[in-house]
């Protein structure tokens, strides 16, 4: 959740959309299913899948700026990292995702299904919870309209409006849905606050490592 958190800061800094800033989580998560972050510093990771989602999403980001909210965010001289770095990692990230770099968003399929359902006052909760979504691995998962299904589950149940029927006519296995909600309601019950020096200080044994 750490280096989400990052890749947050990151795209706050540089002004992006949303979609760039959860593609570019899901290509982080993506790359630490196939690379340990001892080989791949997070980072230097984060900014790289930032700056890589940005040109997948037809957005625009400065890998200059990148590197100068690196600096800003990170005192520790050796994790300043320069532009050549990030592109040097882009490569890297590259080449670990297969080229593929395609990822279907629950946000899509957020917007339709609460218009169907006449649930459109809940847009702005719902969106939060998909965007809490990314700080899990849901999207590794789970199919992005169950994700939907499971955010729009909360919110009836937190809002107490019945859903039962609309549920029923979109024959979708509610057994999935109700798992996916739990999971995402266990995140909010169990997030601890961990210090940022905690974490540098992992990923600074991390780098250590041979």
């Not at 958190?5 to 540089?14: D, E, G």
């Not at 630490?32 to 001892?38: G, L």
């Not at 700056?51 to 600096?71: D, G, M, N, P």
């Not at 107490?160 to 909600?181: G, P, Q």
Request: charge should be neutral; aromatic fraction near 12%.
């Amino acid at each position: 959740m750490q280096m989400a958190n990052y890749i947050w800061k990151l795209a706050q800094s540089v002004k992006v959309r949303q979609r760039v800033i959860a593609t570019a989580v899901t290509y982080m998560r993506r790359v630490y299913t196939r690379k340990s972050m001892s080989e791949y510093d997070p980072r230097l990771v984060a900014p790289a899948c930032l700056y890589l989602a940005a040109k997948a999403e037809e957005s625009t980001v400065q890998a200059k700026a990148l590197a100068f909210y690196i600096r800003k965010i990170y005192s520790d001289e050796k994790y300043r990292y320069e532009v050549k770095d990030i592109l040097e990692m882009e490569m890297k990230i590259l080449e670990a995702l297969n080229y593929y770099l395609v990822v279907f968003h629950p946000y899509r399929s957020l917007t339709h299904l609460l218009q169907d359902a006449g649930m459109e006052e809940m847009t702005q909760f719902t969106w939060g919870l998909v965007n809490d979504t990314y700080k899990m691995d849901l999207i590794l998962v789970h199919p992005p309209h169950l994700i939907a299904l499971a955010c729009i589950y909360i919110a009836s149940v937190y809002k107490d409006k019945d859903t039962t029927s609309w549920f029923e006519e979109l024959r979708v296995d509610m057994n999935v849905v109700k798992n996916i909600a739990v999971e995402i309601l266990d995140f909010y019950e169990n997030r601890t606050s961990i210090s940022e020096e905690r974490v540098h200080a992992a990923l600074n044994k991390l780098a250590m490592k041979p």
